[in-house]
């Protein structure tokens, strides 16, 4: 049965902390619902009513496109071992950017990661936990480095380039608010 919580105490922190993987899920009303599975050591709960991520260059940028036209974000952790839960965490989420005031005292948080492209931030509303009963049982064996390899190949200038030509605009024609300002 799902439980709900206003936020996160120390037995969410502790689980979140113990999971290789995490989705976030965003939209608007006009727009596809963007599912994205993460990994890496790309996340970090900031107190029990903050989480930020660490996002990482993609082929787009939706989750920054949704929030800037949007806010609504959902964050999953589901638990792929013998003690099964599913963890969910609902909220207003941002995008913070370098040339952004809170960028220093945010990525202080984080170990640099090739291809860092903007924090996000979500700003929790509510947290709930339902069973996983059906969830199967998964090893893990491992991060991938293919994302930073490709990041390090491209460099700073070919990140920039990308970046202006993949990921100003979302699928559905959305803003990301990437470049402006810098």
Same mark, same amino acid.
């Given at each position: 049965?799902?439980?709900?919580?206003?936020a996160?105490?120390?037995?969410?922190?502790? +689980?979140?902390?113990?999971?290789?993987?995490?989705?976030?899920?965003?939209?608007?009303?006009?727009?596809?619902? =963007?599912?994205?599975p993460?990994?890496?050591?790309?996340?970090?709960?900031?107190d029990? $009513?903050?989480?930020?991520?660490?996002d990482?260059?993609?082929s787009? =940028?939706?989750?920054?496109?949704?929030?800037?036209?949007? !806010?609504?974000?959902?964050?999953? *952790?589901?638990? +792929?071992?013998?003690?099964?839960?599913?963890?969910?965490?609902? #909220?207003?989420?941002?995008?913070?950017?370098? $040339?952004?005031?809170e960028? !220093?005292?945010?990525?202080?948080? +984080?170990?640099p990661?090739p291809?860092e492209?903007?924090?996000?931030?979500?700003?929790?509303?509510?947290? $709930?936990?339902?069973c996983g009963?059906?969830?199967p049982?998964?090893?893990?064996?491992?991060e991938r480095?293919?994302?930073?390899? *490709?990041?390090?190949?491209? #460099?700073?200038? !070919?990140?920039?380039?990308?970046?202006?030509?993949?990921n100003?605009?979302?699928?559905?024609?959305?803003?990301?608010?990437?470049?402006? =300002?810098?």
């Amino acid at each position: 049965m799902a439980r709900f919580y206003p936020a996160l105490d120390a037995k969410h922190r502790a +689980f979140i902390a113990a999971q290789k993987l995490f989705f976030t899920a965003s939209g608007t009303p006009e727009s596809r619902i =963007n599912l994205s599975p993460k990994g890496m050591d790309s996340l970090r709960v900031i107190d029990e $009513q903050h989480i930020a991520y660490l996002d990482l260059t993609g082929s787009g =940028n939706e989750t920054a496109a949704h929030l800037k036209h949007d !806010g609504r974000m959902t964050m999953m *952790w589901c638990s +792929f071992d013998s003690d099964p839960l599913i963890l969910r965490v609902y #909220g207003r989420g941002r995008a913070v950017r370098r $040339q952004d005031a809170e960028w !220093g005292g945010l990525h202080r948080h +984080f170990s640099p990661l090739p291809g860092e492209r903007q924090l996000i931030v979500l700003d929790i509303e509510s947290v $709930q936990t339902s069973c996983g009963y059906a969830v199967p049982m998964y090893s893990y064996t491992g991060e991938r480095d293919t994302l930073a390899r *490709w990041a390090e190949k491209k #460099g700073v200038v !070919g990140l920039l380039d990308y970046w202006r030509d993949k990921n100003q605009i979302s699928i559905d024609g959305l803003t990301s608010g990437l470049l402006e =300002n810098t």
